[in-house]
């Protein structure tokens, strides 16, 4: 069974750095792409970045250009995800997906999801 486990989210003040993590098993993980979507409080749930097998970042939502990082430790079945000078508007329940055919921005290409983790940004 595929199971994702996303850590790392909670509260932290506008301008500071989080780290989220996301967590795989029962899945062979260096053959997935794994993607960072993000939903805020009213809003769809959106894509942020993604890491490609190979660990190359792939496609990125402009907001957060120059402020968030993505990468993969293939050996640790681990996805990360730095975000650093968080803005009120980052705030947001956070979801790592793994994709094994393509490397997408659509959440329904993706084939697992984790559970979330919330990160809260405040003034």
């Known amino acids: 069974q595929v199971h994702l486990v996303e850590s790392g989210g909670g509260l932290v003040q506008a301008g500071g750095s989080l780290r989220l993590s996301c967590s795989a098993s029962?899945?062979?993980?260096?053959?997935?792409?794994i993607g960072w979507f993000r939903q805020a409080p009213g809003k769809e749930r959106e894509y942020v970045l993604g890491?490609?097998?190979?660990?190359?970042?792939?496609y990125y939502l402009d907001s957060i250009k120059g402020r968030f990082t993505i990468s993969r430790d293939n050996t640790k079945n681990t996805a990360y995800l730095e975000m650093n000078s968080l803005k009120l508007e980052d705030t947001a329940v956070y979801y790592c997906a793994a994709a094994a055919q393509v490397v997408t921005t659509d959440e329904s290409d993706y084939d697992y999801w984790g559970q979330g983790t919330q990160v809260t940004v405040s003034s």
């Open positions: 029962g899945l062979t993980f260096s053959s997935y792409h």
């Open positions: 890491v490609s097998r190979s660990g190359l970042t792939t």
